[in-house]
């Protein structure tokens, strides 16, 4: 069975007077075993989230593809390693729409982070134009072909669904919408890398609160769920990684 992954994404959000969300997660992660739990902050956060988080991982939100050079302001994956951070988000739609990342971008940063013994949590999702125009499927499935990095298994990669439309909106698709994605990316994972596929966990991004987080991750092939804005604190986090324990529960 795949075990649930909270994965909380700070985004550019936190100065060091923050650290003490770090440290409430990390006890509310020790009392929930069953559910693993993670924190992207910041780079400039890294060590000092490290210093404060005991056994909850931390990572990054982002990695150059190369391994040093001439990248004024990038930070490269053995960086990142050297800083503590045991995991890295590539192809976060905010990076592709920002900083015009492509697939291809997020295949190699994926490739570079898992040369460092870095996690990756590797992001597709569809534009609110794609989605309208009934393409969403097809949408993630070409990112997840030109992004799934060589020998790509459950050890060291994570897949996050997240509609663009639905990133700090407040909306969310409909179950039945995100459970139509998942089996999706499940079957593409499949034909991808075999039986691999079915260790690989996919989270839901885009939107969850405590509110809707248990409904969400009793989803088909919702293993787990990657949380911006009610990352930012333990008080709307914690809750989410609760709703992760009762819903493994459930599953048995
Ligand atoms: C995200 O940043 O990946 C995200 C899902 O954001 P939010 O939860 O705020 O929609």
Known sequence: MRRKLVAGNWKMHGLRSQLS???????????????????????????????RAGALPIGAQDVHENERGAHTGCVSAEMLHEAGATLVIVGHSERRADQNETSHDAWAKAAAARRAGLQVILCCGETEAEHNAGRAERIVQSQIEKSLPDG??????????????????????????IESIHAILRAKLRMMVGDAAEGIRILYGGSVTGDNAEAILAVDNVDGALVGGASLTAQKFVPIIEAAARASAAKG
Request: aromatic share 8%.
């Open 152 to 177: 790509a298994s459950p050890e060291w990669l994570t897949v996050a669904y997240e509609p663009r439309w639905a990133i700090g909106t407040g909306r969310t698709p409909s179950l039945d919408q």
């Open 21 to 51: 969300e770090v440290e409430a997660v990390a006890q509310a992660a020790a009392a929930h075993p069953e559910v693993d739990v993670a924190l992207c902050v910041p780079f400039t956060l890294i060590a000092a989230a490290v210093d």
